[in-house]
């Protein structure tokens, strides 16, 4: 009698576990089909995202670049100089209606300082070297987007300088966007999509996968789920973080 008792016993478990492997495997098919659409509709390119695209040129030829006692003509970006921390270098070249068809640059800086004059005039200045209540914050790299007077300023020079405090980013120069403020930054948003989906679908799944603890009545079951949901939440997070989606 004991014995057909466990051995039911042992059977229910069995069905129990079965019955949650197959709930949790439905959710990662379901998750994998969400992000297989959601990959398939973000490579198509809309009407609005191909026009929005078309406002947007790249400004990476034709430079002067100088730094140290060398200048550099006809320079394309993105380079990477071999200069010290907290040595300074300059881009420039002149404004004309040609190479600046729209009046907003998108600049990337990469844990340094960026200033842009026009001319004689600072129309920019970014400075990373932040404090807080004397302690120094970590180094931001980040999105800028800086308006330029064309019209006003056609024929003068615009110069911009960097200068980082890092010896991975020490001469490095970005390539540079000119274009519309929102088609700009949509730009971004495209560049980042796969990340994007990726990072959501992964939270999404590992939330999932939480909810699926509260169904499973095998503690050694439980923990594992547990720390498999929290693995994954933790890379979601991470991936959306790394993005330069926020920055």
């Not at 057909?4 to 089909?33: A, G």
């Not at 600072?122 to 404090?131: G, K, M, R, S």
């Not at 308006?147 to 120069?173: D, H, M, W």
């Amino acid at each position: 009698m004991f014995r057909s008792k466990e051995k039911w016993m042992n059977s229910m478990q069995k069905e129990q576990k079965n019955s949650t492997v197959k709930k949790i495997s439905n959710i990662i098919l379901l998750i994998v089909i969400l992000l297989t659409l959601g990959l398939l509709i973000l490579s198509t390119e809309t009407p609005e995202l191909e026009m929005n695209r078309k406002k947007v040129a790249p400004l990476n030829s034709d430079w002067m670049v100088s730094y140290r006692n060398t200048v550099v003509t006809n320079f394309t970006l993105p380079y990477d100089i071999d200069l010290d921390p907290g040595e300074t270098y300059t881009i420039q070249r002149k404004i004309t209606e040609e190479d600046f068809p729209y009046s907003i640059m998108r600049l990337r800086s990469s844990m340094m300082d960026i200033r842009v004059t026009v001319g004689e005039e600072v129309i920019f200045d970014y400075n990373i070297t932040d404090t807080f209540s004397g302690f120094h914050l970590p180094y931001p790299s980040s999105w800028q987007l800086v308006r330029l007077p064309v019209q006003e300023n056609l024929g003068k020079v615009l110069k911009i300088t960097f200068t980082s405090p890092t010896k991975e980013f020490a001469g490095y120069l970005n390539p540079i966007l000119i274009g519309e403020g929102e088609a700009l930054i949509m730009d971004v948003i495209y560049e980042n999509r796969i990340n994007l989906v990726v990072a959501i679908l992964i939270s999404l799944l590992s939330l999932a996968a939480f909810t699926v603890v509260f169904w499973v009545k095998d503690p050694s079951v439980r923990k594992q789920i547990t720390h498999l949901a929290s693995f994954g939440l933790v890379c979601g997070i991470w991936i959306f973080s790394e993005s330069t989606l926020l920055q």
